[in-house]
């Protein structure tokens, strides 16, 4: 799977490579390149596990010190009964979180953009809200929420929720004046305005805020669950983690360490997909350009 | 020919008549101060002055999208005296930028004037596509603006300007980010189009040859403040084509219009 948004970060490494092989030969086009894009990652990943597990061999490493890849494996496959529940609450409330910010993002964002007394009135307690730590803020909303899943939820949608606002009302601002002005010419209602000029406008900044506000849903899911500290059946992955490291079970802390880097790189991936789908017609951040 | 056939035309009650109007922006700055300015149907009146003569204000004041500070904007050939946002719907503006919205297709930039009315895609079809055969872009409406030269997307702009089949067509320096082939090219489209649906244009320049060429009348303004200081016509007859462009006559009234910019540009600096 190749991940647009990686383009450009990769793109440099990447396409620099084609031209030092240009000289023996010709180059297949894109082939070559999107080879190299998938092989280049893969190839570092079995690197990397390969000199772990060389590391913890040659060394004799305990394994409650640093656990071998192919424990880290046993473990995730031996214990998911425990980690396969608690990355579903897990996912489910980074989800959640997320799914509400963005409604709630947009909107509000709407609102600002729309009216300069919201704007005023509003504003700087979402500012407020983001700027004060989410770990300090959890005590409280424990205390306050009956349940600690709505708490862990109003938690991670805080922080998610701020990069969606901020972005979109950044978007939503940034309209061409011309445009504006051809959309008065034509007695263009406000909604229109809204709907055909307005929102599409603010589409990248938008974009560019779901990736930030999706990572940090999981991040703020995760802390919050620190934070909490709640036990038992409906626990996440944070919680197992915290408990493996109590346990000394250290394989089994790296197992909930990989499915937790594995969601971030999924959402990451989902969240960049979706952008590059929705941008690559028209925005320049999309575009290929030919050298 | 079509010159003398329009001249009944100005006989009549002008089209709009702005009447002492003046603009002071809220900085202080005098923009425009007392600008009386008939202009007829069917007329091809550039206003030629430097930078800062009011000349882009005035055609936002005419346009609707700016008020002037006094005076009156009317238009005596409407039945009874009807405000200006009325009359939105007969002009088109077409901006210095092509101002295009760059997610939409070309066909989309050019349906969003008849969309913001209520016309479908399917309904707006036909115009939309006679529009852009006009401007030679047929070929091009699923293209998005990115994929084209900056002339086309002008060219797109002044579609889109044409769609709804204006009466008064406002050019704010249309052409003035283009090279000169493409600008040269673009003028004789523009007139083309201009002979065959005789709408009345407003054309912003600050290109003594520009205004020539295209217009049979050419008001020179003065800056600091914005007022009018010549208003000259330009009596050479229509199709101009590539030989006017080196042609006497248009020799003459480029130096006469290139004289009245100067002491245009005196009195600015005067002032």
């Known amino acids: 799977m190749s991940f647009p948004a990686s383009e450009t970060d990769l793109g440099a490494g990447v396409s620099a490579s084609p031209t030092s092989l240009a000289t023996d030969g010709g180059r297949s086009g894109g082939g070559r390149s999107r080879i190299l894009r998938f092989a280049v990652p893969v190839f570092m990943l079995v690197l990397l596990v390969a000199a772990w597990s060389l590391y913890v061999a040659a060394y004799d490493v305990p394994h409650y010190i640093l656990p071998s890849p192919r424990r880290v494996a046993e473990a995730l496959v031996a214990d998911w009964s425990v980690l396969g529940p608690a990355l579903l609450v897990t996912l489910k409330i980074t989800f959640l979180a997320l799914l509400i910010a963005l409604v709630g993002g947009v909107a509000l964002a709407v609102l600002l953009s729309e009216s300069r007394l919201a704007e005023l009135a509003l504003y700087p307690y979402a500012v407020i809200l983001q700027v004060t730590p989410i770990v300090a803020i959890a005590p409280l909303i424990l205390i306050y929420v009956p349940s600690t899943q709505a708490a862990l939820l109003i938690c991670a949608w805080i922080v998610a929720f701020f990069p969606v606002l901020s972005n979109t009302t950044q978007g939503l601002k940034s309209t061409d004046h011309n445009l504006l002005d051809l959309f008065r010419l034509y007695g263009a209602s406000r909604w229109q305005t809204l709907a055909y000029l307005k929102m599409p406008n603010a589409l990248p900044y938008f974009l560019a805020g779901l990736r930030i506000a999706g990572g940090l849903a999981l991040i703020a899911a995760v802390v919050a669950e620190f934070a909490a500290g709640s036990a038992g059946a409906g626990s996440g992955l944070a919680f197992r983690l915290i408990e493996s490291q109590f346990r000394l079970n250290i394989p089994r802390l790296f197992a909930a360490l990989i499915l937790l880097s594995m969601t971030g790189v999924l959402i990451f991936a989902v969240t960049s997909f979706v952008s590059h789908l929705l941008l690559r017609r028209w925005h320049e951040s999309a575009l290929k350009r030919e050298v | ?271």
């Open chain 2, 1 to 271: 020919m079509l010159q003398s056939s329009r001249e009944p035309m100005t006989q009549a009650a002008p089209l709009i008549s702005l009447r002492h109007v003046s603009k002071r922006f809220a900085n202080g700055t005098l923009a425009l101060n007392d600008l009386s300015l008939d202009i007829a149907q069917g007329e091809f009146v550039s206003l030629l002055g430097p930078s800062g003569c009011g000349k882009s204000t005035a055609l936002r004041i005419i346009a609707g999208l700016a008020n002037a500070s006094g005076g009156k904007l009317e238009w005596p050939s409407a039945s009874g005296a009807t405000p200006v946002a009325e009359h939105g719907a007969e002009i088109s503006f077409v901006f210095q930028e092509p101002t295009l919205m760059p997610w939409a297709t070309v066909f989309g930039n050019v349906h969003l004037p008849l969309k913001l009315k209520g016309v479908s895609r399917t309904a707006a079809r036909d115009d939309v596509m006679a529009a852009l055969d006009m401007v030679g872009l047929a070929g091009f409406a699923d293209s998005y603006p990115r994929e084209l030269s900056g002339g086309m997307k002008m060219r797109v702009s002044i579609a889109r300007a044409l769609v709804t089949k204006p009466r008064l067509l406002l050019m704010d320096e249309p052409f003035a980010a283009l090279d000169e082939i493409t600008r040269f090219k673009l003028n004789n489209d523009l007139l083309h189009l201009w002979s065959t649906f005789g709408w009345t244009v407003i054309f912003v320049t600050h290109s003594v040859f520009e205004s020539v060429y295209l217009s049979n009348r050419i008001v020179v303004m003065a800056a600091r403040p914005g007022r009018v200081v010549e208003d000259m016509t330009v009596d050479a007859p229509y199709p101009r084509e590539e030989e006017f462009r080196t042609s006497s006559l248009y020799n003459d009234y480029c130096r006469k219009a290139s004289e009245a910019l100067h002491r245009a540009m005196e009195a600015s600096e005067g002032s």
